[in-house]
């Protein structure tokens, strides 16, 4: 168990749906970040906030969205959905100390359907 | 383009033997480059870190190596066993952009009892 929890575990919803997927990262972990992860193009990074604020940002669709609350957990919003958006969708954290090599450690992962 | 590529096919080996993965990198310029172990339908589970001037790390049955002239890492598993099985990623981390990684495609590794 790496300590990172992300709710729900599955989603099924349909084409222009809009869904909230839920981070919390570990305990004293001030970074937070968001993958998807689908058959054809592995592993993708989305977006990483730091302490409540946007540090880095991936590949995320204009369509997706994210953000990190004072509690420090995180929210990424997917809206509009389209069929390719199915994939399994991770959130991982880390320390977020000024060392830029820090571990990630992944949360059980959200997987989505969009039919 | 940006590329990091890992072995193209999955990966059958014998129990006892040493598996050998690839992470070869194009166009990255990367500080450190770390490997993860995923089992099917979980997350990501780190397992050793390897910086840019570091040639080789050991933890237990596990070794990896960094060359950044060959723009390679390769990870190896000695004594593998059964347990072993899962797919391996890489994930490279340049300093100069946060903590942001870039994850290769994966081998998936089977080791026959």
């Known amino acids: 168990d790496s300590g990172v929890t992300q709710t729900p575990k599955h989603l099924i919803t349909a084409t222009g749906q809009r869904v909230t997927l839920r981070c919390s990262p570990r305990s004293g972990d001030l970074s937070v970040y968001w993958y998807q992860q689908s058959l054809d193009q592995g592993l993708q990074f989305l977006i990483q906030y730091y302490n409540g604020e946007e540090r880095a940002k991936g590949n995320i669709l204009e369509r997706f969205s994210a953000q990190q609350f004072p509690d420090l957990h995180s929210e990424l919003n997917l809206s509009s959905l389209e069929l390719g958006d199915s994939a399994l969708y991770f959130c991982?954290?880390?320390?977020?100390?000024?060392?830029?090599?820090?571990?990630?450690?992944f949360g059980p992962g959200t997987r989505l359907l969009v039919l | 383009s940006q590329k990091i590529e890992q072995n193209s096919e999955a990966l059958n080996i014998q129990e006892g033997k040493t598996a050998t993965l690839t992470c070869n990198y194009t166009?990255?310029?990367?500080?450190?480059l770390q490997w993860y172990r995923q089992d099917p339908g979980r997350g990501p589970v780190f397992l050793l870190l390897?910086?840019?001037?570091?040639k080789e790390k050991r933890k237990e049955r596990l070794k990896v190596t960094f060359d950044t002239t060959l723009k390679q890492s390769l990870f190896h598993i000695t004594a593998s066993q059964p347990a072993d099985s899962a797919t391996y990623l890489c994930?490279?981390?340049?300093?100069?952009?946060?903590?942001?990684?870039?994850f290769g495609t994966g081998t998936s590794l089977t080791v026959i009892p």
């Open positions: 390897i910086r840019e001037n570091e």
């Open positions: 994930a490279l981390g340049e300093s100069y952009t946060g903590n942001q990684f870039y």
């Open positions: 166009n990255y310029s990367p500080a450190y």
């Open positions: 991982a954290s880390s320390v977020g100390g000024p060392s830029n090599v820090e571990t990630q450690y």
